[in-house]
């Protein structure tokens, strides 16, 4: 693939809705630029790009595959992308291995919820944008109020580049609005209205050709040529071209457009970071410093794990060791695959905006940076829907465990966690769907088949007061016995503060030492003097306390956010073990932590969820139900609203069901973990009483 020089590259990610048809036309263009000879069909499960069983049997794409072709002297590689929310992590992925996204809006249903979502997404990774019409064969196109529509929600940098001639089942062609010949009977628009607000939005990039444009003189073919890829870069054209990859009219058309308009590698600015925190940017240079990024992981059967690469700078040769960002000693890389769908075949290097795929190197992972200087990590989203997961067989604990840990290896919006308080192993993805066809992929690959339901909600227990007392543990048997006393202060330990400077001084003046873990935000301080209690039986001390803060108190959930301060004990010279005062240091902390007037926090979710603006009200009055706080609304265009709010976990752990429903399916909503609140006295006394019930039945 080093045959390519940069300038001929072209990487483009096709992303848009679920049904606007990206994969059928990148199906459609591997066909005509004669890459493959066989029909293909999503629909009946023979596409090129879809070539998971999963997708076959769903009929959509799942996961992000990378194909290639050669067209009007340049060399492609495009990635055809999922169009539902649910797997938008492919697509983050994906666009951070290309230089042009390609954002296909059905023609018919307009800009729908993920349109606007990969549009941002594209924005985010710097990268030129092209706005496909699909689907133009369809009936019952409004297609002046679309572009309308496109112009209002994207910005008026949307400009055609060509205009469909009839619509529907008279769909037969595009005419160009850079160069308006004789023949636009049927323009849905007329062309020649376009060209000239074209040609500006071109020729802005230039100041000189500009002038010249403004006082009579039209831009040259290649004026054209070159300034049309500096606009798109600098954001000031964002093209609109019409297609139908149904009936294949606007298909060469599109692949001209594409050849014209897409971005070459060197067109994208990107930077990494050396060592010492340094910026550098990068340069298209095959002779330069290699820096490539792993944007994609897939396990395949086959060959095992395949990590997909985009070379920034510099060349990467097959049987070569480089340097991996974080790890200390050189990767080998054996062999260098040019990637078409699920077929491949070896090349000896690839060069600056080559796209090639390695596998069986388990150092790497999908964001690892080869070279010297750290590409910035690929923002992927904090999944947020979980399941508890058990495998249907009881002997497959420990195979379902490790098909779980490929598909995190394949999948960063994917996370499996065992929770230490709830003792579960807890799946957790982007949407109810996406842990659905996880679900499928460990029953098809690995042969594994799970139980699922609802997780236990991660509540954390806490207290409100200062309290103190002790424990002694005493215990004679016909042997030795056992002795340990341990007297403890116990104190609110607030969030976000300097935990020296408050224990040093606001409390304890004289303290003796202090142990903190922040991920608890639990301090614990030995303020022991005198040798009441020996030194050697503190670590047993801190033991039994860990062992508290794990199995918390009043409902079985973990302790946070509290301060113990050991101020005295008593010990045996004969009696005394590290056992002994591990028990006492663990009743002590329950003991004590009962009188500090505890508390239930629950986790607390900030949600972003865009729906038709006539749904607002439905949407405040739905979650005012949900105890959530709505903290503004923003216009997100094209008559939708995104709306901000803070929700508890527990009330939205099924709101997808929830959302579809007040919205008809126009809804959408990402979310995160935002921090933990009290929970209501009323609502603390239902969890306390059912994790009771729940030991006891244990």
Not at 99 to 122: L, P, Y
Not at 222 to 241: F, H, K, N, T
Not at 569 to 576: A, E, L, M, R, T
Request: glycine share 10%.
């Amino acid at each position: 693939m080093a045959k390519y020089q940069v300038q001929e590259i072209r990487n483009i990610a096709f992303c848009g809705h679920g049904g606007s048809g990206k994969t059928t036309l990148v199906d459609k263009m591997l066909i005509a630029t004669g890459k493959v000879s066989r029909q293909a069909s999503v629909d009946d499960g023979t596409s090129i790009c879809d070539f998971d069983e999963e997708e076959k049997s769903h009929r959509y794409t799942i996961e992000a595959s990378v194909v290639h072709f050669d067209h009007a002297g340049k060399h492609f590689h495009v990635i055809d992308t999922p169009g539902y929310a649910d797997f938008i992590g492919q697509t983050i992925g994906a666009l951070r291995g290309v230089d042009m996204a390609a954002i296909a809006v059905n023609a018919q249903s307009g800009i729908e919820v993920n349109t606007r979502r990969v549009f941002a997404e594209a924005q985010k990774a710097g990268v030129g944008r092209m706005i496909v019409v699909t689907k133009m064969d369809s009936d019952n196109i409004d297609f002046p109020g679309l572009v309308d529509s496109i112009q209002e929600v994207f910005g008026s940098e949307c400009v055609l580049l060509n205009v469909p001639l009839g619509q529907g089942s008279d769909f037969r062609g595009v005419a160009s609005t850079l160069k308006v010949s004789g023949d636009t009977e049927g323009a849905l628009v007329d062309p020649a209205e376009i060209s000239e607000s074209l040609i500006e939005s071109i020729v802005m990039a230039d100041e000189e050709v500009m002038n010249r444009y403004l006082e009579g003189t039209p831009p040259t073919d290649e004026e054209i040529s070159r300034l049309i890829v500096q606009a798109i870069a600098e954001g000031g054209l964002i093209p609109i071209v019409c297609v139908s990859g149904k009936t294949g009219v606007g298909l060469n058309e599109l692949l001209d457009a594409l050849a014209l308009c897409s971005l070459p590698p060197d067109k994208v600015k990107r930077t990494a970071k050396k060592p010492d925190g340094e910026e550098v940017e990068l340069k298209a240079d095959p002779n330069g410093p290699l820096v490539a990024q792993i944007f994609k992981t897939r396990v395949d059967p086959f060959v095992q794990k395949l990590n997909f690469i985009r070379v920034y700078s510099g060349t990467l040769k097959k049987d070569s060791t480089v340097p991996v960002v974080g790890e200390r000693k050189g990767v080998k890389i054996a062999q260098l695959m040019h990637v078409q769908a699920d077929q491949m075949e070896p090349v000896d290097e690839v060069g600056p905006g080559g796209i090639v795929a390695v596998a069986k190197v388990e150092e790497l992972q999908t964001g690892s940076t080869i070279g010297e200087v750290a590409m910035p990590k690929i923002p992927f989203p904090t999944p947020m829907v979980g399941l508890a997961a058990t495998p249907k067989s009881r002997g497959d604990e420990t195979k379902l465990s490790g098909s779980l840990q490929k598909i995190t290896q394949e999948d960063p919006t994917f996370r499996v966690e065992r929770d230490a308080q709830t003792k579960e192993m807890v799946i957790t993805g982007m949407s109810e769907l996406h842990l659905q066809i996880i679900q499928e992929r460990l029953k098809r690959r690995d042969k594994v088949e799970v139980d699922t339901k609802e997780p236990k909600i991660p509540y954390r227990e806490t207290i409100q007061a200062n309290a103190e007392g002790m424990y002694r543990h005493k215990k004679q048997t016909g042997g030795r016995g056992q002795f340990g006393e341990v007297h403890i202060r116990m104190y609110p330990l607030p969030k976000n503060v300097n935990v020296e400077e408050w224990a040093t001084k606001s409390r304890f003046p004289s303290l003796k030492d202090t142990h903190y873990r922040p991920d608890d935000n639990f301090l614990w301080i030995d303020s022991v003097v005198g040798g009441t209690i020996p030194g050697n039986f503190m670590p047993a001390v801190e033991k039994g306390f860990l062992e508290r803060l794990n199995r918390g108190v009043i409902a079985g959930f973990r302790v946070q956010d509290v301060c113990v301060e050991v101020h005295f004990g008593k010990h045996h010279p004969v009696d005394s073990s590290e056992q002994a005062f591990k028990t006492a240091a663990s009743m002590a902390f329950r003991n004590v932590f009962q009188q500090a007037k505890p508390a239930l926090l629950e986790p607390i979710v900030k949600m972003e969820i865009t729906v038709p603006s006539d749904k607002v009200g439905d949407i405040n009055s739905d979650m005012s139900g949900r105890r959530g706080r709505v903290l503004g609304m923003d216009s997100a265009g094209g008559g939708l609203t995104t709306i901000t709010a803070e929700v508890p976990l527990a009330e939205v752990t099924t709101y997808a069901r929830a959302l579809s429903s007040i919205t008809g399916g126009q809804g959408s909503y990402s979310m995160e973990f935002s921090h933990y609140d009290p929970v209501p006295g009323n609502v603390q006394q239902e969890i306390i009483k059912a994790a009771k019930l729940e030991e006891e039945e244990e």
